[in-house]
């Protein structure tokens, strides 16, 4: 048993880190096609994302909407469930949070950070809860559910801030009426770091707790592994099923509401800036580990901090960043069906080591 949980520690740590190092190849090659210097690539996504503590900064900043955002799968994962609907419960967020803070505006600074946190967290919620209702109730698969909610959401926001919600004097970009400065996220003391990265490190940590040192989530994890022997155990299935898919989008929609309460200050098109899907892969990276998504959603927000310089310096598109994620989304997609291998073949050779050791003793 001891071995076995080295064994597969040693794969949880080392398959990623070779998927990583396989990504960084494909992406060096990519860029050779393109005409750039693959070292001199690697070396300004470097000094952009931790090169200065400025630097570090703007990763930073980019690393907390992809912790929040991540949880939206990870959570689920936990439940067997495969969940993509972030980038939807990231904007559905954004908008209850700004018409929240809309409505309350004339309340204090503080009733008004609370009531649009909650109101964002309660949208992404009920957004992502009604996947898992769809998956447990209707048999409807979570996956493609989600991934077009996902569209649905972005449809209901280009409605919104063109309709109902748009600022008259928004005129080349379709925005809602802004947030009032005093009611928007502060940044912390010393830094140019907005609140929400404490949000998303207190999810993170919250939510690590709540599936690794509790009973519920003990019973999430016992229905993600054999959901048959779960309902024989007489574990509510169904509702475990929609309380995790809604903290999942709660977590997704607070990062909404960070993004338009410390960020943009309203809701436009802007509010729809890929971290949802840049989320699922810092889920899948660390393999849907909270504690470990925080570190992975900093590496992956140096990589989105580099976008600018790779232009500036490298001629190379804006979109390199994108291709860079896909790249290694991909790699590590194809990584999952490395675990378990290389254990299954090693005790395979103990326990015919052992079963030549018996007879030689008999």
């Not at 909650?118 to 769809?134: E, K, Q």
């Not at 909404?256 to 699922?280: C, D, F, K, P």
Request: charged content about 10%; proline content about 3%; glycine content about 10%.
């Amino acid at each position: 048993m001891i071995r076995h949980n080295w064994r597969s520690t040693l794969e949880t740590i080392c398959i990623p880190l070779a998927a990583l190092l396989v990504s960084l190849l494909l992406f060096g090659i990519f860029c050779a096609v393109a005409g750039a210097n693959p070292v001199g690539v690697y070396a300004s996504i470097s000094k952009a994302a931790f090169g200065s503590w400025r630097a570090f900064q703007n990763t930073l900043l980019r690393a907390a909407p992809l912790m929040l955002s991540s949880l939206c799968t990870a959570l689920p994962a936990r439940l067997g469930l495969v969940i993509i609907g972030n980038e939807g419960a990231i904007v559905v967020g954004g908008l209850g949070a700004v018409a929240t803070g809309l409505a309350l505006s004339t309340a204090s600074p503080t009733v008004v950070q609370i009531a649009m946190a909650i109101a964002g967290m309660i949208c992404g919620g009920l957004w992502i809860g009604a996947v898992g209702a769809l998956r447990h109730y209707r048999g409807v698969n979570e996956t493609i559910s989600s991934l077009l909610l996902n569209y649905i959401a972005i449809a209901l926001l280009n409605h919104l801030v063109n309709g109902p919600m748009r600022d008259p004097s928004s005129l080349n970009k379709p925005s809602s009426y802004p947030i009032a400065d005093i009611n928007m996220l502060g940044s912390i003391p010393g830094t140019r770091v907005h609140y929400g990265l404490i949000y998303g490190l207190i999810a993170c940590i919250i939510a690590y707790f709540l599936i690794q040192r509790t009973t519920f989530g003990f019973a999430a994890r016992v229905a993600g592994g054999n959901i048959r022997a779960a309902r024989i155990a007489g574990l509510a299935v169904g509702k475990l099923t929609i309380i995790i898919c809604f903290l999942a989008g709660s977590c997704a929609g607070l990062a909404g509401m960070v993004e338009v309460a410390a960020v943009q200050g309203r809701a436009n098109e802007s509010l729809n800036a890929n971290y949802g899907y840049s989320g699922i892969l810092v889920a899948f990276i660390a393999r849907h580990h909270p504690i470990a998504a925080t570190l992975v959603a900093i590496l992956l927000g140096g990589i989105l901090a580099s976008g600018g310089i790779l232009q500036r310096s490298h001629n190379l598109p804006d979109a390199t960043v994108i291709v860079f994620q896909g790249i290694v989304f991909l790699v590590v997609l194809y990584s999952e069906s490395l675990y378990g291998r290389f254990f299954k073949k090693s005790l395979a050779i103990e326990n015919q080591n052992s079963a030549s050791e018996l007879t030689m003793n008999n």
